[in-house]
């Protein structure tokens, strides 16, 4: 079972924690925590052996921790998540495939996406597939019609598996802190569009991924994780393209499992993350 704590610090917190759980008789196997002292925030991630009565132990919890403390005793074990797609394909099939084989954390609920293209890998996983088209409409109606296909499924997050399309504030801030993205480079480097042509044009020595949570400012939103690899001069474009993919593909996995297992704390546009 996962306890995970966020709130203001004050002396002796992990001794007032540890209290209440060896009372009531649990036993710690971990316990990972972490104080932003410019914010003055407690993080903490505890997983005890079982817990029998979780709503028990977040009222014991919270009895012992600063007004506003934010406590979830064993949040969803498996998550469900909707995944957004338009053309690329590589990161898509990963996680098809990771839930096909019960290693994602999650459960896939369906796959939306604006184009047709990756209809056919989703369908051969026994995952649905809603086509969503964005042409020819206001985006208004376009995201309107994507939350007649999301709220049925009640997701715990959205994952943008390269979809390239721009979400509305209205949209976002109905999923804060819910919506995961995987940007095709090292941010804060070359945000926006073509961020493979920005690096091969500027002659970078590394290209990277970013996972990170969407918010309202592009490409900007709280990083989850980052994966790096090298490149030279000798990479074409197309080549700079292909090895970035799977680079893609790690961040995103890595930023999944660390969000599924409750590892990750926002605070402002940061993270702490408990790996």
């Not at 898509?92 to 990771?98: F, M």
């Not at 939306?112 to 056919?120: C, E, R, S, T």
Request: proline share 5%.
């Amino acid at each position: 079972m996962v306890i995970v704590i966020q709130c203001k610090d004050s002396v002796g917190l992990v001794a007032a924690i540890s209290t209440v759980l060896a009372k009531t008789g649990y036993n710690i196997v971990s316990m990972r925590e972490h104080v932003d002292l410019e914010e003055n925030k407690f993080f903490a991630r505890i997983v005890v052996d079982s817990i029998s009565d979780p709503q028990k132990i977040e009222i014991s919890l919270a009895k012992v921790l600063p007004a506003y403390a934010v406590v979830k005793v064993n949040p969803v074990p498996e998550k469900k998540i909707v995944v957004f797609v338009t053309k690329e394909y590589h990161c898509l099939s990963d996680i098809l495939t990771r839930n096909h084989f019960k290693t994602l954390g999650a459960n896939v609920q369906c796959v939306i996406g604006n184009h047709p293209d990756l209809k056919n890998i989703t369908e051969r996983f026994n995952i649905p597939f809603r086509l969503v088209v964005s042409e020819n409409k206001s985006r208004e109606i376009f995201e309107a019609e994507l939350m007649d296909v999301i709220l049925p499924y009640e997701p715990d997050y959205l994952i943008l598996a390269k979809f390239m399309r721009i979400l509305s504030p209205e949209f976002i801030t109905t999923f804060l802190l819910k919506i995961i993205n995987i940007h095709h480079s090292f941010l804060p480097a070359f945000i926006g569009a073509n961020p493979y042509r920005q690096a091969f044009n500027r002659g970078v020595k590394i290209i990277g991924a970013t996972a990170h949570f969407v918010t309202n400012d592009l490409d900007e939103g709280p990083i989850i994780t980052q994966k790096i690899i090298p490149v030279n001069h000798s990479l074409t474009l197309t080549d700079l393209i292909k090895a970035g993919r799977e680079n893609e593909t790690a961040a995103l996995a890595k930023a999944m499992q660390l969000v599924f297992e409750d590892r990750v704390f926002v605070c402002n546009n940061k993270t702490v993350v408990f790996e």
